[in-house]
T-cell receptor
Framework: GAVVSQHPSRVICKSGTSVKIECRSL??????MFWYRQFPKQSLMLMAT?????????EQGVEKDKFLINHASLTLSTLTVTSAHPEDSSFYIC?????????????FGAGSRLTVL | SQKIEQNSEALNIQEGKTATLTCNYT??????LQWYRQDPGRGPVFLLL?????KEKRKERLKVTFDTTLKQSLFHITASQPADSATYLC????????????FGKGTHLIIQP
């Protein structure tokens, strides 16, 4: 089945540094990938839609200069949290749409737990 | 504004009983209603979807119903097991396929042995 591989699974960094999270579609091509963020005991919040070969589209309230998204190939999207601060500590999850019974459902990566000290 | 409501309090069910989870939505006209399972520290996993013209869908011990008049979907797990303990998320889907999904807060289901 369609698998999305995400890494690192956990990252701890100092405040002010940048962190890159990679999301790869294995055995399928994803022209579009979706990045979500989840705070403890909260729902998944869609941050941005990553489009292969073009600019990402960001949800309202998400700073595009803070969360840089690059989707340079049909199997790789990256999210870079720039100048990270403790409030950016969260669980970041990527996903892609895959076909299921004539519809499109989301297949998710395992997530990346970011802790900013 | 659009809203998705799930009973976000923890739902405690005794092993062997049927667990019923509710998803209500406002200001959506979904072509599908999707259900996902999320375990702690993991990404969600797709479970089932039901189309707007379907009343009920089953998959093994799972059953989903969809009432577009009530704007509600019910998710049932029969013969529940402790391994079913997880957070269950619902998402109305317009069916376009190009957009990300918006999820409810989820219901934390605990199956007690």
């Amino acid at each position: 089945g369609a698998v999305v591989s995400q890494h690192p699974s956990r990252v701890i960094c100092k405040s002010g540094t940048s962190v890159k999270i990679e999301c790869r579609s294995l055995d399928f091509q994803a022209t579009t990938m979706f990045w979500y963020r989840q705070f403890p005991k909260q729902s998944l919040m869609l941050m941005a839609t990553s489009n292969e070969g073009s600019k990402a589209t960001y949800e309202q309230g998400v700073e595009k200069d803070k969360f840089l998204i690059n989707h340079a190939s049909l199997t790789l999207s990256t999210l870079t949290v720039t100048s990270a601060h403790p409030e950016d500590s969260s669980f970041y999850i990527c996903s892609a749409r895959v076909q299921y019974s004539g519809a499109n459902v989301l297949t998710f990566g395992a997530g990346s737990r970011l802790t900013v000290l | 504004s659009q809203k998705i409501e799930q009973n976000s309090e923890a739902l405690n069910i005794q092993e062997g009983k049927t667990a019923t989870l509710t998803c209500n939505y406002t200001n959506y006209s979904p072509a599908y209603l999707q259900w996902y399972r999320q375990d702690p520290g993991r990404g969600p996993v797709f479970l089932l979807l039901i189309r707007e013209n379907e009343k009920e869908k089953r998959k093994e011990r799972l059953k989903v119903t969809f009432d577009t008049t009530l704007k509600q979907s019910l998710f049932h797990i029969t013969a529940s097991q402790p391994a079913d303990s997880a957070t269950y998320l619902c998402a109305p889907d317009s069916g376009g396929g190009a957009d990300g999904l918006t999820f409810g807060k989820g219901t934390h289901l605990i199956i007690q042995p």
